[in-house]
């Protein structure tokens, strides 16, 4: 953790909160410990519990690895921070990160990467191509947002919106994947499985597109049929991600 790291915050904000904060930097230190955050940028939040419609965020400066609960930074949805802080955020996370949250009342967490992987598939033409177990999974689910530039423009926010309309995740276009869920499990599952297919598809395109092999519509569909058990499957996998990071990751949640 980084010299001068802000002390407990356990004590000052609800239980509620303190949960939120607790799961937000554990994706954090996940990402970290998959090797796909990209040094101080890219963004994950989650809502604040409770009428306010505030969020939390990382602070701009940290890297993923040195995230805690107690760093997180909380915000309102015009940006204004809301806590005793000395840190300040990325406007470009919070133009994403607001406008997914503002719109989306399921959408407790919202994770954003730039993946060498992620990135690879954003900008392919065809996007996500049925080439492996995982894209069929998630193939239905992933919609397309273009690129505009770097999120610093408010008014991308309603169009951001409009082309994630009610699916889970998202690749934008020459710039990352995106994964929302209604609990931090569910967004990092989905995250996972998106990230998963992405690299699986970089792989088997290295051999050129006319020796891939797409997976059968009869195929496709009956994977779509039983990708739709992925909420028990993120119940399952996520006390095991957290018994990983404290081996491997210790300290997040203070």
């Not at 006319?210 to 399952?236: C, M, N, R, Y």
């Amino acid at each position: 953790m980084a010299d001068g790291a802000p002390a407990s915050l356990k004590s000052r904000v609800s239980e509620a909160e303190w949960q939120a904060r607790v799961d937000l930097a554990a994706l954090y230190r996940l990402v970290a410990l998959h090797g796909w955050d990209d040094m101080i940028f890219t963004h994950i939040s989650a809502r604040v519990p409770g009428p306010e419609h505030h969020f939390l965020i990382n602070p701009y400066g940290y890297y993923f690895e040195e995230i805690t609960a107690s760093s997180l930074v909380k915000v309102d949805l015009d940006g204004n921070i809301v806590q005793e802080t000395t840190n300040f955020i990325n406007p470009a996370g919070f133009t994403i990160h607001s406008a997914v949250h503002a719109a989306r009342e399921d959408a407790h967490y919202v994770i954003h990467l730039h993946t060498v992987a992620g990135v690879g598939v954003a900008a392919q033409k065809h996007g996500l191509l049925p080439v492996s177990q995982n894209a069929c999974l998630l193939q239905h689910q992933v919609a397309y947002h273009g690129y505009e530039g770097l999120a610093l423009n408010h008014d991308e926010r309603e169009r951001l919106v409009a082309d994630l309309g009610e699916k889970p995740l998202m690749l934008l276009r020459n710039h990352g994947t995106l994964a929302v869920g209604q609990t931090a499990a569910a967004a990092w599952v989905g995250m996972f499985f998106l990230e998963r297919a992405c690299a699986q598809q970089i792989a088997a395109l290295s051999a050129g597109r006319d020796h891939v092999l797409i997976a059968p519509d009869a195929a496709q569909t009956e994977t779509k049929e039983q990708g739709k058990g992925i909420g028990f499957i993120s119940a399952l996998a996520w006390p095991g991600a957290l018994r990983m990071l404290d081996r491997k990751s210790p300290g997040y949640d203070v």
